[in-house]
């Protein structure tokens, strides 16, 4: 079809991999699945990659701010062949570096527009800028999130009622397995960054370790502390800690399924999907009880909750689902009714409401 004759084509704005963030897959995530529903997509990288001659600008922080800026504010002009405006959202720089200018230029050209916000930061960001961000974030025809821990902040800060679209999982590529008879195999997968606090599983694990000499920590994703969390491991003299790096999802889905337990120690999150995949795996999950965490996670009914920066509380609660197998094969399977719900063609009904499809369109 001939894009000047669709008035369905989205343009989704977000970052897309590399690097593989969260935000980022969820954006290559829906925008695969709405090319599969016969639906045209626009993908409008805010993190595009500079053309080859000004490669070196990407190195100096002030000046590759500026130049993406730039490049968003060009490539903003293919949403004139679109209906539907798609942006994902987040606080802080990037709410003015990409927010701001893709709803005002968006509604300059009339589009309908889908703030799909997220981010364990809201409250904070929205608290110190929102007399300024609230009547940009009105522009938006829809806010939608993916929990009802964001559609708190949302609705008190902007008087809309955010639309709940969830996160999207590729819910067959994880192996389900029931979890009831556990070995102390143990995996975290989080960007390795200081707010998911990995240090914190990392010492929770030195106390697993002194009960099950034989338990094996797994650690999928890479970031900033994976030198400090290194050079922690071998200061502590921890042995059966394996860092895997960045996997695809097939790769994830295998390291789930030679594992029992996940530990997910943030200090700071919204709606992990990292968690979500456990879930459809049949991990039980050791959880810290920060952001939205607790609106995904019913304790001890679909994982367990601790505190946060409580790694004697993370070690005591595996050591309690090692030793429980009737608790950890209640978390297995009703975790995985859970993740039911974020199957793409869930999720699909949601959007197609709100771009004005019908759900059985095949456009």
């Not at 130049?67 to 942006?87: D, E, F, H, P, Y």
């Not at 800028?129 to 929990?147: Q, T």
């Amino acid at each position: 079809m001939n894009m000047a004759e669709n008035k369905y084509a989205v343009a989704v704005i977000a970052p897309f991999p590399p690097p593989a963030g969260g935000m980022a897959l969820q954006a290559e995530k829906l925008s695969e699945n709405l090319l599969s529903s016969g639906v045209d997509v626009f993908c409008i990288k805010s993190n595009a990659s500079f053309p080859g001659i000004l490669s070196w600008m990407e190195k100096m922080k002030g000046v590759r701010t500026m130049m993406r800026l730039i490049l968003l504010s060009k490539n903003l002009l293919k949403i004139r062949k679109v209906a539907v405006v798609q942006i994902f959202g987040a606080s802080h720089v990037y709410f003015f570096l990409v927010v701001l200018p893709s709803i005002l230029a968006a509604r300059m050209m009339k589009k309908k527009i889908i703030l799909n916000y997220r981010g364990g930061e809201a409250a904070t960001f929205l608290n110190k800028w929102g007399l300024f961000a609230v009547p940009i974030l009105k522009k938006a025809d829809f806010i939608a999130v993916p929990s009802h821990f964001l559609r708190e902040i949302f609705l008190q800060a902007t008087g809309k009622d955010p639309v709940i679209l969830p996160n999207i999982i590729d819910i067959d590529i994880f192996k389900f397995r029931e979890r009831a008879s556990l070995k102390p195999n143990i995996i975290v997968s989080r960007q390795l960054e200081t707010r998911y606090n990995v240090i914190c599983a990392l010492k929770a694990f030195e106390i697993i370790k002194e009960k099950y000499p034989e338990a094996r920590l797994y650690i999928a994703g890479s970031g900033p502390e994976k030198s400090k969390l290194k050079k922690m491991q071998k200061e502590m003299l921890l042995g059966d800690v394996h860092f895997l790096g960045l996997l695809s999802h097939k790769e994830l889905s295998r390291a789930y399924d030679e594992c029992d337990i996940m530990i997910n120690s943030s200090n700071i999150d919204n709606f992990p999907g990292s968690i979500l995949e456990a879930y459809a795996s049949g991990l039980p999950v050791v959880s810290t009880r920060v952001g939205g965490i607790p609106f995904m996670m019913e304790d001890r009914v679909t994982g367990l909750l601790v505190e946060p920066n409580d790694h004697e509380g993370i070690a005591e609660a595996v050591l309690n689902l090692l030793s429980d197998s009737s608790l950890a094969q209640r978390l297995s399977i009703n975790s995985r009714k859970v993740a039911e719900v974020h199957r793409w063609e869930k999720v699909r009904k949601i959007l197609f409401d709100l771009y004005g499809l019908e759900h059985n369109c095949n456009l």
